[in-house]
């Protein structure tokens, strides 16, 4: 495959760079923690291996992530504390934590350690807003500096962009993973290609959409967004979770919102099943659409819906998938996206699904198993599929 679309001008990584090096690595460890335990490490899993070929090459290797949102502020619930706890074990060595990675001395103190995790990130101003003042703070800790976060490749944040441009900057293994498996689904799928979207925020997700419906074969459609079309369709759905659809404004080929959401291609569920109360223990009924009741809450697809969509994924070339179909949250409640898993995995087409929703509701060892490539990020997954260009991956362009 052609790979110069997003390898013009990059390095990717390899451990000879490394020899005797501080190496700056950019993980995202953006992940849950309830009570410091970590119930889904695909994140964490995808890092692994580029810090084992840094140590073994005799680098020290410093760790830079990120977990949540803070916004510039320290968020107790949001430390890396457990990441690093989690590290230790995989990797059998002490990683110390430094808690304030620009206190006064600290890069002297930490200077022998073969491998150390920072603080969240995020808990400082400059990371969001991609001081410049604040990359070079962060490259006085490294010699070279690696991207090994896909998931945060769309944040054009300082350890992202402002920090690789002070020092030689290379993209990641699993980065390139990524991008070569994104880049095949999107530029060069082998026919016919099936997107199926799920979950919920439809604003965001409105260009792949748009971008699908142009380019795939099919697009099946679920969750809240299928909560979304029922309800702008006019159908009743109950107290179900729907979200306001985006004005009808026309596109340059003069699609609209409207004409977009009955195009022949979309392939909504026909069949849901419904609950009175949200409780996994609630009865569960399978009714048609047209049936639904104002006191019910959809939380799933059904059989025959199951049964239509698998008939799609059957024939497939290209899988791409993104977003849960049911109300997740709740385990049984996604009986139908984990078979819609199972499908994908019967199927013979190459297969690419990604957002964390979806990995919590399947897991991701039974992904790993059955499709074809795991994307480990939700919005930077979307963004590269739509064409949008990474700040991230820009910034390793020399
Ligand atoms: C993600 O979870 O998609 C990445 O870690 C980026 O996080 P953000 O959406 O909070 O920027």
């Known amino acids: 495959m052609n790979n110069a679309g997003f390898l013009k001008k990059i390095g990717v990584f390899s451990p000879s760079v490394a020899a005797g090096k501080r190496v700056l690595i950019r993980a995202d460890f953006d992940v849950d923690a309830p009570k410091g335990r970590i119930p889904d490490d695909l994140r964490i899993l995808r890092v692994l291996p580029v810090i084992h070929a840094c140590l073994k090459a005799g680098a020290r290797v410093r760790l830079i992530a990120h977990r949540g949102r803070p916004h510039g502020t320290h968020v107790k619930s949001l430390s890396l504390r457990p990441v690093a706890k989690y590290l230790e074990r995989a990797l059998k060595r002490a990683v110390p934590f430094v808690s304030d990675p620009f206190a006064d001395g600290a890069e002297r103190t930490y200077e022998p350690a073969p491998c150390l995790l920072f603080e969240n990130i995020r808990f400082w101003p400059g990371e969001e807003t991609n001081d410049d003042a604040f990359g070079a703070e962060l490259a006085r800790w490294g010699d070279l500096y690696i991207n090994e976060a896909f998931a945060n490749s769309h944040r054009a944040h300082a350890s992202m962009v402002a920090l690789a441009a002070k020092l030689p900057a290379y993209m990641g293994p699993a980065l390139y993973d990524e991008l070569r498996s994104l880049q095949l689904v999107r530029d060069k799928p082998k026919r016919p290609l099936v997107a199926i979207l799920g979950g919920a925020k439809l604003e965001t997700k409105m260009p792949l959409l748009k971008q699908f419906l142009k380019t795939a074969d099919a697009v099946i459609i679920g969750g809240v967004l299928a909560n979304t079309i029922y309800a702008f369709e006019g159908d009743e759905i109950g107290k179900s979770r729907s979200e306001a ?3 009808g404004r026309q596109d340059k080929s003069g699609l609209n919102t409207s004409s977009l959401l009955r195009s022949k291609k979309l392939h909504i569920p ?13 009865r569960r009924t399978v009714k048609d659409i047209e049936s639904v009741d104002p006191d019910d809450y959809i939380v799933d697809i059904g059989e025959r819906s199951m049964k239509h969509f698998s008939e799609l994924l059957n024939k497939a070339g290209t899988i791409v998938w993104n977003g849960p179909f049911g109300y997740t949250e709740v385990p049984e409640f996604a009986r139908g996206t984990k078979m819609l898993a199972r499908a994908i995995a019967r ?32 919005g930077a997954m979307l963004a590269f599929l739509t064409g949008e260009k990474l700040p991230g991956v820009e910034a390793l362009r020399r």
């Not at 026909?270 to 609630?282: A, E, N, W, Y």
């Not at 509701?361 to 480990?376: D, E, I, P, Q, Y």
């Open 270 to 282: 026909s069949d849901v099943v419904v609950v009175k109360s949200l409780r996994g223990s609630s």
């Open 245 to 247: 659809v985006p004005a």
């Open 347 to 378: 199927a013979k087409a190459i297969s690419v699904v990604g957002g964390g929703d979806v990995i919590a509701a399947v897991g991701a060892k039974t992904l790993l198993r059955t499709v074809t490539h795991v994307s480990a990020g939700g």
